[in-house]
């Protein structure tokens, strides 16, 4: 009986590594974190701020406005459902793109506030994902359509446009070049503090990577899984009772 667990153990540990895949650990796709507390409705959210889960980048816009330095580290603007007249697509926050320096002590405006939204996550290589978002114009935007970027390490960037009068939606599948993936979305229009609104990220894997199945016997098993056979095989014999 000994033997027979330990063997069965060798074996477990052979084949349990065999197309073994992972779910991608993307967050916060809604938007919903950090929750927007201030009286106006919306607020900002510096690159790193606890459960934004999104690393936040200046678009390469000018650094100077009106005298008025770029704040460092840039930040992520969100806002509340009511705000612009309209619900967030799902939840009660989305994302805008064009963000602000100030916030909503507004002592400044108009100025270039383009940012890159952006995650690593963990993916399985040759697996293909599907990415949804939901994208709309904000109702006093005077940029309409609206733009933004999405890029997808590996695959072709896509600049996608939405009007005013509801949420689109927009979906692309994409491959996983590498076992890290980073997925971003950059504002795309005049930047001005007036851009692109975004919600509801969402990730999915549709299919998994062609994993060949080997045949037995053949000669193109994995040399551990025929070392571990031979190797089971001796424990049998050195152990047997006569």
């Known amino acids: ?3 027979l667990l330990v063997v069965g153990i060798i074996l477990v540990l052979l084949f349990g590594g065999i197309g073994v895949v992972s779910a991608a650990p ?4 809604g938007f919903e974190s950090p929750l927007v507390t201030n009286g106006a409705g919306w607020d900002i959210f510096p690159d790193g701020f606890s459960g934004l889960d999104w690393d936040v980048q200046w678009a390469n816009d000018p650094a100077i406005f009106d005298g008025n330095p770029r ?3 840039a930040n992520a603007e969100l806002q509340t459902s009511g705000l612009l007249g309209f619900d967030a697509q799902e939840g009660d926050q989305y994302a805008e793109l064009d963000t602000d320096w100030d916030g909503p002590v507004n ?5 270039p506030a383009n940012v890159t939204l952006s995650q690593n996550i963990d993916t399985v290589m040759g697996a293909t994902y599907r990415i949804t978002y939901y994208q709309r114009c904000r109702t006093e935007d005077t940029h309409v359509p609206c733009h933004l970027l999405f890029e997808w390490t590996g695959g072709a960037p896509e600049t996608t446009d939405a009007g005013t009068g509801a949420w689109e939606i927009k979906s692309f599948d994409r491959l996983a070049t590498g076992s890290l993936t980073t997925i971003s979305f950059t504002g795309a229009e005049e930047a001005d ?3 692109a609104l975004l919600d509801n990220v969402t990730i999915t894997m549709t299919s998994e990577p062609n994993i060949p199945v080997p045949e037995f016997p053949t000669m193109a098993l994995p040399a551990t899984l025929i070392i571990g056979f031979i190797g089971a095989i001796l424990f049998i014999r050195s ?3 006569y």
Request: aromatic letters at 10%; hydrophobic letters at 15%; proline letters at 10%.
């Open 1 to 3: 009986m000994k033997r």
């Open 107 to 111: 002592t400044i405006s108009g100025e």
């Open 71 to 73: 704040p460092d580290p």
């Open 26 to 29: 993307f967050t916060n796709g």
């Open 239 to 241: 152990t047997k009772e």
């Open 193 to 195: 503090s007036y851009g």
